[in-house]
């Protein structure tokens, strides 16, 4: 008998009829001999619904009342998921973050969890019961409600699986795993059957939002083996799990070594953001400390930032211009923050350029494949997109490029790569990508 978590996104629970479907599903792993857990998101684009309707109350409002809001979009699908099951002949039970156990800082709109107590849950599975947990939410330890921002209920499944040492957790969503990038724009691409945790790390950060950044850290540090998977089809997903170079045994023969390695791809993927605006901070004295000094008042602000690019000062004027790439949802603040300081900083003008698009390239095997960035540029420069910022990690090259040329860029770089599937279009079962 196996404890498996099962976590069931928002277009897999969109309207009854989904949740009905889901409901069997599950009703089917518990029959099977399984211990379940479930962790359901809020029905299809709910979350996002509530958002808007927060904007025409406030423009900004208060994080405490909007993480109450939010979390009340997982708690309507975890109570219907629960009345679907319980249909079926099978008894289950649904519960809040807080009531699951799942304790957090109270940074409101993007809380971590601090730890997971899933008593309750234990109870529930001791009487054959499955128990139904709320997605993307927590408690902190001041008993407010918290979220653990946007996908975040991709979270709430793997630090469930951790806190409760699931044999695996399964990610149900609207595609079959995870693609060699998006399908909804590359239709071309190919599903992957294995990625390590340090890859998908990669590819989450750079915006494959198909598991939520966090939730790949927390299965990196807890070991917790996930299978993405579809909730429309019976099809085998992707797993995530192990270190590139895995599948290298160090006691085999030097020709199977070789062999395994060249099971290990040299390139994951293609990922691609929308989320992320450019901030360029014109005419600003290239003097010892001025950068420094920037980045302190950005960091003050609470921004998370991404690229940086200085461009070489003028000699006549000793002026300079700073870019960098954040948030979109970060931009007021940030302006806000560096205007006050304009005096002291002495710039000219601050730029904010909200139509650009980041598309990366992602694979271990990079480390040791020289010519790489070239093709990717090279790709770029065939397809006549320009190229506006670049930064690198040891497996991940990325680019800005104006947003109305970001889905040609991801196509271009898949096809550069040769990752197009032999076997036909990718399957989008629902959802809207949004
Ligand atoms: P859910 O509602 O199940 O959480 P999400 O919309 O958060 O679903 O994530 C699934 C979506 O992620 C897919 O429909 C797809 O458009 C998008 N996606 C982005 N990159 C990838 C990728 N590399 N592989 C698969 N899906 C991806
Ligand atoms: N409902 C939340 C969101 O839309 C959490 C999730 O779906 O994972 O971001
Ligand atoms: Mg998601």
Request: net charge negative.
């Amino acid at each position: 008998m196996a404890l498996v978590v099962q976590k069931y996104g928002g277009s897999s629970v969109s309207d009854a009829r989904s949740i009905k479907r889901v409901a069997k599903r599950i009703a089917e792993a518990k029959r099977a001999g399984n211990d379940v857990v479930v962790v359901v998101s809020a029905m299809g684009d709910t979350t996002d619904e509530l958002l808007d309707l927060a904007a025409d109350i406030s423009p900004r409002p208060p994080q405490r009342e909007m993480d109450i809001l939010l979390t009340a979009g997982e708690r309507i699908s975890m109570s219907l998921l629960a009345m679907a099951i319980d249909k079926l002949g099978v008894k289950a039970k649904s519960f809040t973050g807080q009531q699951a156990g799942l304790l957090t800082d109270a940074v409101h709109g993007k809380a971590r969890i601090v730890d997971v107590v899933p008593h309750r849950i234990r109870q529930t599975l001791e009487k054959g019961q499955v128990a139904i947990v709320a997605g993307f939410q927590g408690v902190s330890s001041g008993n407010d409600v918290t979220t653990l921002g946007r996908g975040g209920s991709d979270t709430t499944a793997v630090a469930l699986a951790a806190g409760l040492d699931a044999d695996v957790c399964e990610i149900y969503t609207d595609v079959d795993g995870i693609f060699t990038a998006d399908p909804r724009i590359a239709p071309g691409a190919r599903k992957i059957d294995k990625v390590t945790y340090e890859e998908m790390l990669e590819l989450a950060a750079s915006g494959a939002k198909v598991l939520a950044l966090r939730a790949v850290e927390y299965a990196r540090r807890y070991q917790v083996p996930v299978h993405v998977r579809s909730s429309f089809s019976g099809k085998n997903g992707t797993l995530v799990k192990g270190t590139h170079g895995d599948l290298i045994d160090p006691n085999a023969s030097s020709e199977e070594q070789e062999e395994a390695a060249m099971e290990d791809p040299i390139i994951s993927g293609v990922a691609h953001d929308r989320s992320e605006a450019k901030i360029t901070i014109v005419g600003v004295p290239d003097t010892l400390g001025q950068a420094a000094r920037i980045f302190e008042v950005v960091a003050a602000a609470g921004t998370n930032i991404d690229m940086i690019v200085q461009n070489v000062s003028a000699a006549d004027t000793g002026l300079t211009d700073i870019s960098f790439t954040l948030p979109h949802a970060d931009i007021r603040s940030t302006t806000a923050a560096l205007n006050a300081v304009k005096s002291e900083l002495k710039f000219d003008d601050l730029q904010v350029d909200d139509e650009i698009g980041k598309v990366s390239l992602v694979g271990a095997g990079m480390k040791s494949h020289p010519g790489i960035s070239a093709r990717l540029f090279g790709a770029l420069r065939d397809a006549g997109i320009n190229i506006e910022m670049i930064s690198t990690s040891e497996i991940r090259i990325s680019v800005v490029t104006r947003a109305d040329n970001l889905d040609d860029a991801v196509r271009a770089i898949h096809t550069a790569f040769e990752l197009d599937s032999a076997e036909g279009e990718a399957v989008v079962y629902a959802g809207t990508g949004r």
